[in-house]
T-cell receptor, first 114, second 112 residues
Framework: DSGVTQTPKHLITATGQRVTLRCSPR?????VYWYQQSLDQGLQFLIQ???????AKGNILERFSAQQFPDLHSELNLSSLELGDSALYFC?????????????FGPGTRLTVT | LAKTTQPISMDSYEGQEVNITCSHN???????ITWYQQFPSQGPRFIIQ???TKVTNEVASLFIPADRKSSTLSLPRVSLSDTAVYYC?????????????FGTGTQLKVEL
């Protein structure tokens, strides 16, 4: 158990819909990262927040957005969903901001778009 | 991040030592080498990180030659539960962004 929690575990929704994925980092960790893992694209970095502020952006679509709240939990919002958005979405956290590649991953949310 | 090359897959038997080598010819001076393990449908798990020579922890060792153009992850006496994908990542986490960029990894299969 990494200490990072993600909800929900599974999510099945239809094309065009909007969903919100939630992540609670390990206690005390200020950085939260979101990754997407699909069969054809592998594991890809989406976005990072550090203490409430966006720190780095990766291959995140404009239909996707995220935020980190004062209590440090984070939400990833996916809108106008397409079949290709079906994937595992992982959240990770770290306690040292930008200075480490040691990140702790949650169990993931499996999103299925039908 | 520096481009890395590692075997697509490896097979081993329980109790053997497994060495997975990663090539990173374009590694930069400030780059670190990091290895992650991932089981199916689970998030990746940090294994080990190093800069040069040898690093050892309770689960693995990381060997880095003097030129740092490659590295070897060594798993002693593997068991069936070590069957997973292993990712080698190279980059400078202090250089203004520590996002992880994963390649295709090495699928390790351990058999009885």
């Amino acid at each position: 158990d990494s200490g990072v929690t993600q909800t929900p575990k599974h999510l099945i929704t239809a094309t065009g819909q909007r969903v919100t994925l939630r992540c609670s980092p390990r206690s005390g960790d200020l950085s939260v990262y979101w990754y997407q893992q699909s069969l054809d694209q592998g594991l890809q970095f989406l976005i990072q927040y550090y203490n409430g502020e966006e720190r780095a952006k990766g291959n995140i679509l404009e239909r996707f957005s995220a935020q980190q709240f004062p209590d440090l939990h984070s939400e990833l919002n996916l809108s106008s969903l397409e079949l290709g958005d079906s994937a595992l979405y992982f959240c990770a956290s770290s306690d040292r901001g930008d200075s480490t590649y040691e990140q702790y991953f949650g169990p993931g949310t499996r999103l299925t778009v039908t | 991040l520096a481009k890395t090359t590692q075997p697509i897959s490896m097979d081993s038997y329980e109790g053997q030592e497994v060495n997975i080598t990663c090539s990173h010819n374009n590694i930069a001076t400030n780059d670190y080498i990091t290895w992650y393990q991932q089981f199916p449908s689970q998030g990746p798990r940090f294994i080990i990180q190093g800069y040069k020579t040898k690093v050892t922890n309770e689960v693995a060792s990381l060997f880095i030659p003097a030129d740092r153009k490659s590295s070897t992850l060594s798993l002693p006496r593997v068991s069936l539960s070590d069957t997973a994908v292993y990712y080698c990542l190279v980059g400078d986490p202090t250089g203004g962004g520590n996002k992880l960029t994963f390649g295709t990894g090495t699928q390790l299969k351990v058999e009885l």
